[in-house]
């Protein structure tokens, strides 16, 4: 039962019925040292249509294993849900010579997301190198409850460096959205710039798709491992409950 002063995004009402809210409770926040969060978690009940992702999205959610989440943080706003309109996308040089080295050197699919010791050891050297690890390395089985297992129908962009696997993007799908969820890949291909490639082909993926949306995560000003994203544009942003669009 969700309360009823719980801040539930409005525009994501007519699911409220079927959201059980699994944690509300304050935590660090993970992406701006010293703040406090609050994220309220859900666990979106079935039946599940594709069109209850979209909503969710379009109204701030995120999602993380098997749950969703949204942000409610009491003294902050920097979270700021991001997300394009495939078709008005348009590349710049930068992002250009991205794709150009790309196609001279990597091969790259969409498929059933796996987990294997590739896969997990990729995931953790990203993480260490980035300084985004907090713990201990994960597990096959951390990796599976944290990519793998999923609310919404997910695809997985395998790419590789002289067959060697060098990064992996996992993608949800919509009925008119895409969604980035978490993207990791080998320090030693960073001249390949994969976090940037990985967001190019889950736009070009929308497009070949009929996907009108590509939801990139959340902006954080003040994160370097988030604001990258304001070089995606034309792009809106969810601000105080409205979309806007940003053009820097």
């Not at 949204?70 to 849900?81: G, K, R, S, V, Y």
Request: net charge negative; charged share 25%.
């Amino acid at each position: 039962m969700i309360p009823a002063n719980d801040s539930f995004p409005e525009s994501a009402a007519p699911l409220r019925h079927r959201m059980m809210l699994v944690q509300d409770a304050a935590s660090d926040c993970p992406y701006i040292d010293g703040e406090p969060a609050r994220m309220p978690l859900y666990f979106p009940m079935p039946p599940r249509q594709s069109e209850d992702t979209d909503m969710l999205l379009a109204a701030g959610f995120r999602r993380s294993s098997q749950f969703v989440y949204h942000t409610n943080c009491p003294n902050c706003c920097a979270c700021q849900p991001i997300r394009l309109r495939a078709e008005d996308f348009k590349l710049t040089k930068s992002l250009r010579r991205v794709l150009k080295k790309a196609e001279r050197e990597l091969t790259w699919r969409w498929q059933v997301p796996q987990v294997d010791a590739d896969r997990v050891r990729l995931y953790n050297d990203h993480r260490n190198v980035r300084g985004l690890a907090h713990d201990d390395d994960i597990s096959a089985s951390d990796y599976e409850t944290f990519l793998i297992a999923t609310c919404w129908p997910t695809l997985e962009l395998e790419i590789r460096y002289q067959d060697q696997l060098v990064g992996v993007s996992i993608m949800d799908i919509g009925q008119e959205s895409v969604s980035a969820v978490y993207t990791h890949f080998d320090p030693i291909a960073s001249k390949f710039s994969l976090g940037t490639f990985a967001v190019l082909q889950q736009i070009q993926w929308a497009k070949d798709n009929g996907r009108t949306w590509v939801y990139l995560g959340l902006y954080v000003a003040e994160n370097p491992h988030l604001n990258y994203k304001s070089r995606f544009v034309p792009q809106e942003r969810l601000i105080d409950g409205q979309w806007r669009v940003c053009l820097e």
